[in-house]
T-cell receptor
């Protein structure tokens, strides 16, 4: 049973370009979370999505950042007009909804390391 | 402000020693999870504790959730070099939000 998959693992962008980060949750998991880990800082929540729905985006910067989780395909975290301060590791996690209940556990992918030059 | 404070931040010990890592907060959590993260990788879930006072054992690792569900500890017996890594606690608040609040992390080095 494959775990959470993220790609690319490493992404280099120049200031002003767009970055697209992809996340495929574990099989059977319908809930996806994105977290950001800045250098020398802890993991911070960004956004929580279900299929075709954003449930909680309270951790997302107001501008340039967006996320989606379409009916088919992976979840996408999109950063427009990247700046140097966006350089970080971005992690996706997923959790299952079983028998009408969202499970506490979140399982993380290997992350995408974004470097903005 | 950090919701979950971990201590110590760094810990370097000899193989065979015991150690305890603490995770403290003034907030109540519905559950608390411990993760270990290797360089360049994502956090790997070790355990979830849900009930106040709960104790869970995973081989040489013992996890405890405080009675008031505000704090937790991780105790490692007879540490081995393979235990080296970044240990993170993360909590789900009782307010109903599903996002995890992560602790500041404890970087453990076990010297052979």
């Amino acid at each position: 049973n494959a775990g959470v998959m993220q790609n690319p693992r490493h992404l280099v962008r120049r200031r002003g370009q767009e970055a697209r980060l992809r996340c495929s949750p574990m099989k059977g998991h319908s809930h996806v979370y994105w977290y950001r880990q800045l250098p020398e800082e802890g993991l911070k929540f960004m956004v929580y999505l279900q299929k075709e729905n954003i449930i909680d985006e309270s951790g997302m910067p107001k501008e340039r950042f967006s996320a989606e989780f379409p009916k088919e395909g992976p979840s996408i975290l999109r950063i427009q007009q990247v700046v140097r301060g966006d350089s970080a590791a971005y992690f996706c996690a997923s959790s299952p909804w079983i028998a009408g209940r969202l499970y506490n556990e979140q399982f993380f992918g290997p992350g995408t390391r974004l470097t903005v030059l | 402000t950090q919701l979950l404070e971990q201590s110590p931040q760094f810990l370097s010990i000899q193989e065979g020693e015991n150690l305890t890592v603490y995770c403290n907060s003034s907030s109540v959590f519905s559950s608390l999870q411990w993760y270990r993260q290797e360089p360049g990788e994502g956090p790997v879930l070790l355990v979830t504790v849900v009930t106040g006072g709960e104790v869970k054992k995973l081989k040489r690792l013992t996890f405890q959730f405080g009675d008031a569900r505000k704090d937790s500890s991780l105790h490692i017996t007879a540490a081995q070099p393979g235990d080296t890594g970044l240990y993170l606690c993360a909590g789900l608040r009782v307010t109903g939000a599903n996002n995890l609040f992560f602790g500041t992390g404890t970087r453990l080095t076990v010297i052979p």
